[in-house]
């Protein structure tokens, strides 16, 4: 788990103690200018995409908040065609292909996203999205 983001993103006082019930903890630690460093990346990522564009401030900031990085090998399949979808994404670093009936359609690289329907309606993955770079790390999030 993580804890004292709140902290690091609005200089707020701390609103809880942390505890550790175990015999050790191992933590890593990140300064407020590198956490900031990173919410202001995926928080211009978001910015780009138009199903985001009519947040307010907070808004993009609580989205940002919850996005996680996750990294996809060449020849993997990111979502498949007819799955149930939950999770929506947006490319960092790499390529990949757009599927459709196994015919390949379009193209995504840093900047691109897809999967916002999985958190808009409750229906099945349209296209599958095929990882054709070394690696294709993307923000993911989940509905």
Not at 20 to 48: D, G, N, P
Not at 77 to 86: A, C, D, M, R, W
Not at 107 to 116: A, P
């Amino acid at each position: 788990g993580n804890f004292g983001e709140r902290a690091l993103l609005r200089d707020e006082p701390r609103a809880a103690s942390i505890k550790v019930t175990s015999e050790t903890l191992s933590c890593f630690r990140m300064s407020q200018t590198a956490f900031k460093k990173i919410m202001m990346m995926r928080i211009k990522a978001l910015r780009k995409v138009k199903l985001f564009q009519s947040l307010n401030n907070r808004e993009i900031e609580e989205a940002a908040e919850v996005l996680e990085m996750v990294s996809f090998e060449e020849g993997n399949y990111v979502i498949k065609q007819g799955e149930q979808g939950s999770d929506f994404f947006m490319v960092d670093e790499g390529e990949c292909v757009v599927e459709v009936n196994g015919n390949v359609v379009f193209t995504y690289s840093k900047g691109g996203n897809f999967g916002e329907r999985a958190l808009l309606r409750d229906e099945p993955r349209a296209a599958s999205i095929k990882v054709t770079s070394e690696t294709l790390s993307c923000f993911r999030m989940s509905q």
